[in-house]
């Protein structure tokens, strides 16, 4: 006996009422908590350079600024690697590469966490035009 709503095996399931489909790995819980988790330790991290704490106490606070950074990456990049082409991608490789700047630029260092800490800000709240826009393909991509 067949039930009228339910998806046949060439069907996708349908997404419930909250717009998650069904047996799919929901990202929303990990990414608040890896994000809220990345948003502590970055903010102890950049205070202890602005303070200029001996960089050995900052040791641990950095391996978990760039775990949990990574974490964040895999969920963006579990449903696709488009993204990176995208304003919240580019704003991601931007933030990467000035942190890649910091070690032959230790001096400014903390004027360039700052500015991290300014596109990490303005990538996150810019407009979903923006944010979505793949310079790619030349448009909004949801």
């Known amino acids: 006996m067949a039930f009228p709503d339910a998806p046949s095996a060439t069907q996708p399931p349908a997404p419930s009422a909250c717009g998650r489909v069904p047996g ?19 903010g102890v991290l950049v205070g202890g350079h602005a303070f ?19 974490v964040l990456l895999f969920l963006e990049a579990y449903s696709g690697l488009r993204w990176l082409h995208q304003g919240r991608g580019l704003m991601v490789l931007s933030k990467l590469a000035l ?44």
Do not use: C, Q
């Open 52 to 70: 200029d704490v001996e960089a050995g106490r900052l040791l641990l606070l950095l391996w978990a600024a760039i775990g949990t950074g990574a």
């Open 24 to 42: 799919r790995f929901d990202r929303r819980p990990w990414n608040i908590g890896f994000r809220t988790a990345h948003l502590a330790v970055t």
């Open 99 to 142: 942190l890649l700047v910091i070690p032959f630029a230790w001096n400014v260092r903390v004027p360039i966490l700052i500015a991290v800490i300014v596109l990490a800000s303005v990538g996150s709240h810019m407009p979903a035009r923006y944010r979505y826009y793949s310079v790619i393909a030349g448009e909004v991509l949801k």
